[in-house]
Structures are given as structure tokens and as C-alpha cells.
T-cell receptor, first 116, second 113 residues
Framework: DTAVSQTPKYLVTQMGNDKSIKCEQN?????MYWYKQDSKKFLKIMFS???????INETVPNRFSPKSPDKAHLNLHINSLELGDSAVYFC???????????????FGEGSWLTVV | QKEVEQNSGPLSVPEGAIASLNCTYS??????FFWYRQYSGKSPELIMS????GDKEDGRFTAQLNKASQYVSLLIRDSQPSDSATYLC?????????????FGSGTQLTVLP
């Protein structure tokens, strides 16, 4: 059983399109995240979300929006895709505050987005 | 100054040698530190966490933390070709959300057979 699963794994789309990436976790965690990893392997937080708070990295364009139908799902919706959005997007989850003993982030397999 | 810094490498070591990976962080109040391994085309996976000054050993891996110097390292003893990957240092910064980790840019390690 995959703990954090995301779909699609690969997505090629044209500039200007709107697309979504879905994420589900079966770990019972209360917090989910979206990270973006660029071509230089730099992994950067985009959003963290639980049922009480949404934390948005201020550098993320408002074309990106997280949508959470329930605590086990956090989808990423992207409007008006640009070439610079091409990257690998990782969904992740954790239980409680990151850094508490035993609490850390578990990642999904990644979604490779290519904008042409 | 970046919040979490690592040498990007690549770092090459012969099989059986000790690989030493280093990470510095800017937030003196940080309390939680993690090392993730990422194989090419795969997701990051947690290999070590450390919260107190000193060394923490797990098999061939040893994490070392020095909060006074704001420095955390990962030693891999008896390096194997299967250890070839990018190693990401992650820190829970004292500022910002307690639910977020900040990652370094990673060090690419190659273990030569």
C-alpha cells in the first residue's frame, strides 16, 4: 500500500492550460503539503495545510491553489500554466508538528509536470 | 544567506570509504534536523533525524549536530554503490510554521565501485 499517492505521475501540457494534481494519504496524518523541486533539485515548500490552517509560501504565485476535500486529500490546482512551472511536484504528509520526536514528512512519488 | 546550505557536489568516494556530507543553517533557534536520501527520479526518503547536540548512529549512518556552530553532518561508513544518491538536509526553523521543513539544495554523492 502506497502511503502517499499522487496522480498523474507525468503530465505534459501547453502554456495557458489549467491542470490539477491529486494527492491522497492513508497514514491518518493531519497535515499535508505540496513541495516543488526544480531542475537543480532544490525542494521548496509551497503549501502546508491541515483542518485548521493553510500556510502559503509567499513566493508561490496565486495561480497555484490547494484544494482539500477531506483530511486525507490535498489536490493542487494550477491556472494559466507557464513554462517556468515545469518541475516535479511532491505531495507529502505528517502527523502533528514537524520535528516533534518521530514526526517527520513522508513524500509521495512525485508528479513530473512539463509545460510546452 | 540561504536558510539551509549544502555543498552541491558532486562528491565522489571509493567503495568502502567514509562519505561526509555537511549542512549549515542560519536560524540559531532551530531544534529539529533531518537527512533525506533521494535516488534519481524518486521521492526523498527519511534516513536520519537528530534533535540534540552530538552524534546519533543508525547502522552505517551517523548524524552529527553542533547547534553552537549551526552545523549538521551525515557520515556514511563503508560506502556502497547503492548509497549513490542526492542527500538532502532539512531543518525545522524556529520562525515560520512549526509544520514546515526547509530543505537544502542537496549534495550529490557517487560511490565508485
Amino acid at each position: 500500500d502506497t502511503a502517499v499517492s499522487q496522480t498523474p505521475k507525468y503530465l505534459v501540457t501547453q502554456m495557458g492550460n489549467d491542470k490539477s494534481i491529486k494527492c491522497e494519504q492513508n497514514l491518518g496524518h493531519d497535515t499535508m503539503y505540496w513541495y516543488k523541486q526544480d531542475s537543480k533539485k532544490f525542494l521548496k515548500i509551497m503549501f502546508s495545510y491541515n483542518n485548521k490552517e493553510l500556510i502559503i509560501n509567499e513566493t508561490v504565485p496565486n495561480r497555484f491553489s490547494p484544494k482539500s476535500p477531506d483530511k486525507a486529500h490535498l489536490n493542487l490546482h494550477i491556472n494559466s500554466l507557464e513554462l517556468g512551472d515545469s518541475a516535479v511536484y511532491f505531495c507529502a504528509s505528517s502527523q502533528g508538528s514537524v520535528g516533534g520526536t518521530g514526526n517527520t514528512i513522508y513524500f509521495g512519488e512525485g508528479s513530473w509536470l512539463t509545460v510546452v | 544567506q540561504k536558510e539551509v546550505e549544502q555543498n552541491s557536489g558532486p562528491l565522489s568516494v571509493p567503495e568502502g570509504a567514509i562519505a561526509s556530507l555537511n549542512c549549515t543553517y542560519s536560524d540559531r533557534g532551530s531544534q529539529s534536523f533531518f537527512w533525506y536520501r533521494q535516488y534519481s527520479g524518486k521521492s526523498p526518503e527519511l534516513i536520519m533525524s537528530i534533535y540534540s547536540n552530538g552524534d546519533k548512529e543508525d547502522g552505517r549512518f551517523t548524524a552529527q549536530l553542533n547547534k553552537a556552530s549551526q552545523y549538521v553532518s551525515l557520515l556514511i561508513r563503508d560506502s556502497q554503490p547503492s548509497d549513490s544518491a542526492t542527500y538532502l538536509c532539512a531543518v525545522r526553523l524556529s520562525s515560520g510554521s512549526a509544520r514546515q521543513l526547509t530543505f537544502g539544495s542537496g549534495t550529490q554523492l557517487t560511490v565508485l565501485p
